[in-house]
């Protein structure tokens, strides 16, 4: 399904204006990070390096993802590029 929309900050002219413009992508880039997840769990900060986008667009979709019950965090962590420990995610299994 279609994404209905985007989360923004209340109040925010600037989130709600970058909320409005991620609509038309925001399938295919949770599909970019659905995609690097079933190849390989990884971090928020990992995904950003393997994927080459900003932290703005991953962490978003990474949420909506959680939310859509398609990917979870793990208990495992791994070190950021800043060397803080990170929540690692991975494609939940679906059973057939």
Do not use: N, W
């Not at 209905?4 to 209340?10: D, E, F, L, R």
């Not at 989130?15 to 769990?41: D, N």
């Not at 949420?63 to 929540?87: D, G, V």
């Amino acid at each position: 399904p279609a994404p209905v929309g985007a989360p923004y900050v209340s109040g925010s002219e600037t989130s709600k204006e970058a909320a409005r413009r991620i609509v038309p992508h925001m399938g295919e880039l949770q599909a970019r990070v659905y995609s690097a997840l079933k190849e390989q769990p990884d971090t928020t900060d990992g995904l950003e390096v393997r994927l080459g986008l900003p932290h703005q667009t991953v962490s978003p979709r990474v949420i909506e993802l959680t939310r859509k019950k398609l990917i979870r965090r793990t208990i495992r962590t791994a070190l950021t590029r800043s060397q803080r420990l990170a929540f690692v995610y991975e494609v939940v299994e679906v059973k057939t």
